[in-house]
């Protein structure tokens, strides 16, 4: 695999070190900038193809977009109709996106009467949406990262199922199912968290899964898990608990990770006033773990934004001054959707009444206005629509070609 070949000619020490800390964003680097093969994206490296994006190719993708300075837009799906609005909107604003499945979003794609013991149905919904975003994401010309949202510990069996399903498209394919899957073990102890995350850490490395884990905890409430009373301190991350992680997890060879640190974010949108954001954290952060490496490399973390919906302009850009190149976007786009449905009704009432009779005649049928795609359509068209400002306010317009 690619992948491995170029972390191991890049450092081969490494090999042979067991427990050797080397940052491999440095020799992933090197490796694209060393490349000859030709581009799909005049402004990307190289190794970024159109279609779902994994491994190397995912790595160079990230630390491209920390150095020119923009965040990808990561979005909740919760079916086709969603998932072709994230794709339409990357095409229109010309740059990449990041699909992602939550567990319960997973069993709603697989149906809510579908049985869920050991979460067969979140495990299946999530393995057959990745498959249809691989089946369609190339046709859109665009880079498509496919991620799974926060994993608690309770959760890990819906991860293991997911990782099976990678293990196995990994044997016949060369690269796993899905780019990305997040652990969010940050309910944990630091010293647990970390540990749990490593181990994963392994599993993914061993077939080029790029792990983003939580350290702090997300305010708010999401996908069923209320954060609303969590005590406040806890919503702000430490800098030596990312530097612990970092350390911790840049000692499995291969591995290839991503922080979701807490900086006041919150899961949600509230009234002004609610949240106080302190991106200011993630600057001190980089800082530090700068410093402790020594390195020339003053942004050694990729981090990633939670609970982003809400917040200003400034507080988003300063942040991705400070090395995000993620932001998770939900309940933004969950208005956005039924506003263009609530838009949609509103235009047509009078011909969505009955099946025949409308203000143009008693016995005019009304079948193309009730029929469901058009409704739908109009969701998805909202919600791309929402999806474009919001890949301006990340930088993310036209940084393809
Ligand atoms: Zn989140």
Same mark, same amino acid.
């Given at each position: 695999?690619?992948?491995?070949?170029? +972390?191991?000619?890049?450092?081969?020490?490494?090999? +042979?070190?067991?427990?050797?800390?080397?940052?491999?964003?440095?020799?992933? *680097?090197?490796?694209?900038?060393?490349?000859?093969?030709?581009?799909?994206?005049?402004?990307? &490296?190289?190794? @970024?193809?159109?279609? @779902?994006?994994?491994?190397?190719?995912?790595?160079?993708? !990230?630390?491209?977009?920390?150095?020119?300075?923009?965040?990808?837009p990561?979005v909740?799906?919760?079916?086709? #109709?969603?998932?072709?609005s994230c %794709?339409?909107a990357?095409?229109?604003y010309?740059?990449?996106?990041?699909?992602? +499945?939550?567990?319960?979003?997973? *069993?709603?794609?697989?149906?809510?009467?579908?049985?869920?013991?050991?979460?067969?149905?979140? %495990?299946?919904?999530?393995?057959?949406?990745?498959?249809?975003?691989?089946?369609?994401?190339?046709?859109? =010309?665009?880079? @498509?990262?496919?991620?799974?949202?926060?994993?608690?510990?309770?959760?890990?069996?819906?991860?293991?199922?997911?990782?099976?399903? #990678?293990?196995?498209?990994?044997?016949?394919?060369? @690269?796993?199912?899905?780019?990305?899957?997040?652990?969010? $073990?940050?309910?944990?102890?630091?010293?647990?968290? %970390?540990?749990?995350?490593?181990?994963?850490?392994?599993?993914?490395?061993?077939?080029?899964? !790029?792990?983003? +884990?939580? !350290?702090?905890?997300?305010?708010?409430?999401?996908?069923? /898990?209320? #954060?609303?009373?969590?005590?406040?301190?806890?919503?702000?991350?430490?800098?030596?608990?990312?530097?612990?992680?970092?350390?911790?997890?840049?000692?499995?060879?291969?591995?290839?990770?991503?922080?979701?640190?807490?900086?006041?974010?919150?899961?949600?949108?509230?009234?002004?006033?609610?949240?106080? $954001?302190?991106?200011?954290?993630?600057?001190?952060?980089?800082?530090? %773990?700068?410093?402790? $490496?020594?390195?020339?490399?003053?942004?050694?973390?990729?981090?990633?934004?939670?609970?982003?919906?809400?917040?200003?302009?400034?507080?988003? *850009?300063?942040?991705?001054?400070?090395? /995000?190149?993620?932001?998770?976007i939900?309940?933004?786009t969950?208005?956005?959707?039924?506003?263009?449905?609530?838009?949609?009704?509103?235009?047509?009432? =009078?011909?969505? *009444?009955?099946?025949?009779?409308?203000?143009?005649?008693?016995?005019? &049928?009304?079948?193309?206005?009730?029929? &469901?795609?058009?409704?739908?359509?109009?969701?998805?068209?909202?919600m791309a629509v929402r999806l474009c400002q919001a890949a301006?306010?990340?930088?993310?317009?036209? /940084? $393809?070609?």
């Amino acid at each position: 695999m690619k992948f491995a070949t170029a +972390f191991l000619l890049a450092a081969p020490a490494v090999a +042979f070190a067991p427990g050797a800390t080397l940052p491999r964003s440095s020799s992933l *680097q090197m490796s694209s900038e060393a490349s000859t093969e030709s581009k799909a994206f005049a402004k990307l &490296p190289a190794s @970024v193809k159109p279609g @779902v994006v994994t491994g190397t190719a995912l790595v160079d993708l !990230l630390n491209h977009a920390k150095k020119v300075g923009f965040a990808i837009p990561g979005v909740n799906v919760v079916g086709s #109709n969603s998932i072709n609005s994230c %794709i339409e909107a990357a095409k229109k604003y010309g740059g990449p996106i990041m699909v992602t +499945f939550s567990k319960g979003g997973g *069993q709603f794609i697989a149906g809510k009467a579908a049985d869920n013991t050991d979460d067969a149905a979140s %495990i299946a919904g999530c393995v057959a949406a990745a498959k249809h975003v691989r089946e369609v994401a190339a046709l859109y =010309d665009v880079p @498509v990262i496919l991620h799974t949202d926060h994993c608690q510990k309770a959760w890990l069996p819906w991860m293991d199922g997911l990782l099976a399903a #990678n293990q196995e498209y990994y044997k016949t394919h060369g @690269v796993p199912l899905f780019s990305s899957h997040m652990l969010d $073990l940050s309910e944990e102890p630091l010293e647990e968290n %970390i540990a749990i995350c490593k181990e994963y850490m392994e599993k993914f490395a061993a077939i080029d899964i !790029l792990l983003e +884990f939580e !350290l702090g905890v997300t305010g708010g409430e999401e996908d069923g /898990v209320d #954060n609303t009373d969590i005590d406040s301190a806890r919503l702000y991350t430490q800098p030596e608990e990312v530097f612990y992680a970092y350390e911790q997890l840049s000692q499995v060879p291969n591995a290839a990770f991503t922080c979701a640190a807490s900086f006041g974010n919150v899961h949600g949108v509230y009234a002004p006033g609610n949240v106080e $954001l302190k991106p200011v954290i993630l600057h001190k952060t980089q800082e530090y %773990i700068s410093e402790k $490496l020594g390195g020339d490399d003053k942004k050694p973390m990729n981090f990633v934004f939670h609970g982003g919906s809400g917040s200003s302009v400034e507080d988003i *850009q300063y942040a991705i001054e400070a090395g /995000v190149i993620k932001m998770n976007i939900d309940t933004d786009t969950q208005w956005a959707f039924w506003d263009g449905i609530r838009g949609y009704e509103e235009k047509y009432h =009078d011909y969505l *009444q009955a099946q025949i009779g409308n203000p143009e005649g008693d016995d005019k &049928p009304n079948k193309k206005y009730y029929d &469901p795609r058009m409704a739908l359509r109009a969701g998805e068209e909202a919600m791309a629509v929402r999806l474009c400002q919001a890949a301006e306010d990340l930088k993310c317009v036209d /940084v $393809l070609n």
